[in-house]
Every structure is written in structure tokens, then in C-alpha cells.
């Protein structure tokens, strides 16, 4: 809490270096120093107050949900001072930032002040930051069952890169850091302004999905940038980088290319790509008749309308499956048919990898649930005296975790019913919309079927709803729970 | 073919990981949950907690159904016994992994076809390595009288580049010798071969032969040209 007031001091140099620009001047200035200000002056109490006794599983859960709420609660009021916004909707901005979601209430992104767009940036960045330390604090305390989530189950001795939690931290965020700048260079070079490559980089990376732009990614193409393929193929593979597991990424700069086939995790994760984006290229092709019309017949057209509509198909699934949201298409424009649709609803349940700044889920988990079910089966077909254990990478999974993962799922489910209930009592939207919109909160995506406009005019309700939906989804349900467990703060 | 496998030890399990990965149904008994559990993790195949010598558990494991059983724990009497009620379920084959030579005659009452004894196989390659470090044996013919070996033949041998012919017709050539096949060196390939093959340095030479002629063709084939 001492330590972020810092944060806020850091948009202060966007402020210099554009001022004058887009409103952006006194007041700006202001709406970063109150609340590092405030940050402050509760850090120093916090600081006096809190005895350092030893930190059990339970506090540490208790420590997380009630940070992401707090600092959502100071990253609300650069939005309150700087442009005016309600308390309610800058307080949804920054827990939407905070959890790497990305659904925004501002539109006229175009016009805001800088140091107000990349504060949005900057949340998800630290956002991202945060979850990969809290993945690591949970498996810490949880405990036994760690190596399982970090994927290199078969190799016990090297479970963790390097043992000892902050020398994990430090090459978690090392590596968060490394692929920043790297990503900053690459957007540059390929033409994108340093301010946009810098924002994008925080929000893709983070798999949060703020964009400087409304329209998102699309505006490289309709303004017509001369790389915009380039760039959409780059921010691909930058989301896909934020969806992986981050020890996945520390092995492969170990040169053991190895780690990105040889877990149960990582080949359900390139197949759900794969078979997501042929099942969606095929349903728009299918739709836009270009199995029965005459493009066939014309070979240049025939590649370019195949090339585009593989770029944005891919470049949706894996926006949606990390969990980014960003668009080069609006996944409720006609381009996307019905099936595509649907099957976006189905990516943001799944989400991202274990130990990745995605939300979802989780592919591994989804992997377990698959398994647990085959194994019904094979408890059926087989002797009841036949060893049953649910085997995940030649590694027992306990039961314990079995029961975390499959109450996590029916946890999951239910909050989507409610969210989905609410919404659509408390709104005039139709039954898809309604259920669309916690589908995206709860899995820290960004983008429903509800337009920005739409998200803007709903009721407190329905925000509140999602501002809980956005917090339970990143981490992952049972913490926020707690929080409303008495038992827990005994 | 279905096959059940008594004994999730190191034996066992490393049986069925290999016949798994042939592709054949196996299930494997042991009475240690724990080891169980193992072999299932590692590999797959259905691993049934109990005692192999139950006709419960064996009928959990189908025994009417299996083609081959492999008798493989460390215990005699729990193998014999393991042999005895296989047999009573018409099991057509039946592999005996003996483990104290006493029990030979039990095991071959007991019916089972095929008897192991891991000491003997070792002991026996350990002799062979210490007399002849060159050689490797392949392969055993008629209660072990003659082997199939290989050997790789040396870099200035005084056979390089001779045809198999011209080797036979040696003085030092033992007759009860016979070459067979070789892998090239060069090509990486396998060929059986005839008087008109010429054996190549560095090539894995194949040859039957019968025992008490070992020390001479081996004295023969490594033999090395005086520079």
C-alpha cells in the first residue's frame, strides 16, 4: 500500500509530455496526487498498525480479495477528478483494470486525456503483475500439490525453476518485464505510435484488453496503417504469450522447447485453438457463401478472402481465450454467425493456461474435469478393485484437488446463472445479451454481446453484479467467498 | 492379446509398460495399493489391488479371458500357486519367473511352459563378458549347446575387407561356425549374407556358432593387424 502511491506518480509524466493535448493539464494532475495521496497516508496507518504475526493460507486468501477491492477503490478516483466520471462507473473502470478484464463504461476513448488511457493501461499491466504473484502465494500455501500446476510434474526435482518463493517471483516478473519491453520495440517498429505500442503492450500482455482506441484493434485497418496485418498477427502472438503459463515461457527461454507439448495442459490448449478457429473460419466462410459462390474461381481473391478471414479468426479465439478481448471484428457483428457466437461463450468459460495473466477456468482444470468424467466410465467398465486414481501428466491428482476443481466449476456455473438472472431483470436487453454479460465478467474477458453504449446506460445493479463477477472470476471464486464467510476473519 | 501380469514390481511393471506400448490389453496384480497406483500412473494399463493366488481377484482380472500369464513376483509358492489356478482356467500359455532354483520341478508341474530364471540369464552374460568383452550374446539354441552372437567387427582387422569366403576357408577357421548377417557400418543396413559379402570395419557381424568354438572364431574376428 506504501509502495503504490508511487504508482500513481507515474502517469504524471504522460501528463508532462502531452500537455495541453486533450484537456489534459491541472486537473489531470490532480487526479493522480489525491489518490497518491490518499494511498499514502492509508500505507503509513496500515504500516503502524499491523503487527507482523505469521500469515496463514487463510489471511493471505483474505489479504488478496480485500487488496484488489482497495486498490480498486483508490484506481476509481483517477477517473472520478480527472474526467468527471461517477464514483460507481470509475470504480467499475479500475476493478474491470485491476482484474485484466477489460470491459469498459467510457466511450470517446479517442478524445480522453492520455494520462487518463494509460492509467486504464497501466491497471491491467499491474493487474497481470499482481495474478501472477498471487497464482504463486496460492500454490505456495496450498502446498503438495504445486508442482502439478507449474507442468513439469515428471521432473519432481525441478518442480519450481528455482526453489523458494521470490526467487520464483523474481523470475515470473522478469520475465513479465522482459517481454514488455520487447513487446514495445516490436509494436514500434512496425509502425504503431510509441504511446499506442506502450498501452497496447500493458493491455495485451496482462490479457486485459483496454485498448486507446473505441473500435479497438480494428483501427489500424479502417485507418488504413500499412502493417495492419503485421500488427494484428504481433498482438496475437502477444496475447498468446500473456494466455501461456509463465513456467512454460521460463523453460522455453531455457531452450526446452520440450515444455511446450510435453503436459496434458499445453496440447489441450493448442488443440482448442486449432479446432476453434477452423470450426469458426468454417462457419463465417459457410455463411458468407464462399463454398458455393464464384470467388473459387478467381485464385488472388480466393487466398485473400481465405488469409482475412484466418486473421480474424484466429485473432478472435485467441483474444477470447486468453481472455484479452480485443477486436479486429465485433464478435456481435454479423461475421461472426451463430456457432461462432456460441462458441465464444464456451472460450470464456475455459480461459487461459494455469500461471498465466488469463482468466477462465483454466485449460488445465478443464483437462482434469475431462479426465474425471472418463474415469466414471472406467470405474463402470472396470474391477472395483482396480487402481481409479485421476492420472494428469503420469502425476496422481488427490482427491482434494479433485474436489476443488469440480466445486470451482459448479461455483462458476452458478455465478453465471445469477449474473445472468440479474442482468436481465434489471435491463431491457434480450435473453442472449442479459447472459452474455457475466460470461464476460466472471471470466475477466472484455467484450459481450452487450455494446458500450448498452453497458454504459445499465442499471447500478447489474454493475455492482459485475464488478463482484469480474473480482470472483480472478480469483478464482473461493477467496471472494471467504471474504463472506465470518468464520474466516476470526 | 490379453495378458495379466502377477507382481507390480520392477519386473512386472517394466513388462507392462512395454507391452502396453505393443499395444496389448494387460492387467497387472499386486496386493500393495501403493505400487498399483504407480504402474496405473505411469502407465495406464489396469492395475487390480489383491492377492494373485484369489480366484475372486483373478476373475476381477479376467482370468478366462487371457491369452498369456506371466507368473512374476519374487515369492515361488505365491507363483506356483498363481500357475496352478491360471491353469485351471485354460489358460493357453503360461510364463514362470523362477526365482530359487528348487522349486524348477514344482513350477513344471504346476504347467507352466515357459520358466525364467533372471539369476541364471544374468550370471551366464556376466561369464560371457568377462571372457569375451566383444561379444553379445543374441540369442540361445538347443539348452544353450550353441548361441547366436555379435560383434562388432575391429578397425585393423585381419579380416577387413576379406569375403566371407575367403575367411571360411582360413586354417584357423572353426568349422562348427556359421556366419549369418550383418549391419553395415556405412549404410546402417541389415543383410544377410553370403561367401561373395565383404565384411567392412566398424560392421555388426551376426554368426551362430557352437560353444566350445567361441574362444577361437572371437580370436579370429578381432584379431588386428601388426602396423
Redesign the interface.
Known sequence: MFQSSIVYLIPLIIVVLYWGERAEGYKTVSAFLVPAGLSFVLGYILKKKTSSDKIGPTDSMLICGLAWIVVSAFGALPFVIGIDSSYLNGYFEAMSGFTTTGITVYSGLDSLPYSIIFWRALTQWLGGLGILSLFLVLIFSYGGFHHIYIAESHKIASSRPRPGLLNTLKILWGIYILFTISSILILSLEGMSVFDSVCHTFTALSTGGFSPHDISIEFYRSQGFKNYKLIEYTLTFIMMLGGMNFMIHYRVLKKDFKALWDNTEMRLWWKLILIFTVLIMINNLNHAGFFTSNTLKNITNYFGQLEECFRLSLFQVISILTTTGYATKDINSTFFPALAKQLFLVMMVIGGCVGSTGGGIKVFRIAALKKMMSREIFKIR????????L?ID???VPTEEIHRISSLFFAWIFLLLIGGTISAAFSDLNGWQAFSGMFSALGNIGPCYISVQEMIQISPVVKITYIFGMLAGRLEIMPVLLLFSLKAWK | MFIIIAGAGLVGSNLAKNLMLEKHDVVIIDKNQDKCDTVFADTGVIAITGSITSVDILKEAGIEKADVVVAATENDASNIVFAILSKTYNVPYIIGRINHPDYEKSYKAAGVNTLLNENEILVNQMLLKIHYPELTRVASIGGRQGNIYKLTVPKNGIIVGKTIKEIVQRADFPKECLFMSKISYKTKEFAIIHGDNILESNDEVFFIARLKVIGAITKLLTNTKKE
Do not use: D, G, P, V
Not at chain 1, 472396470?382 to 486414481?389: L, V, W
Open positions: 472396470t474391477s472395483k478393485k482396480a487402481s481409479n486414481s492420472i503420469k502425476e496422481i
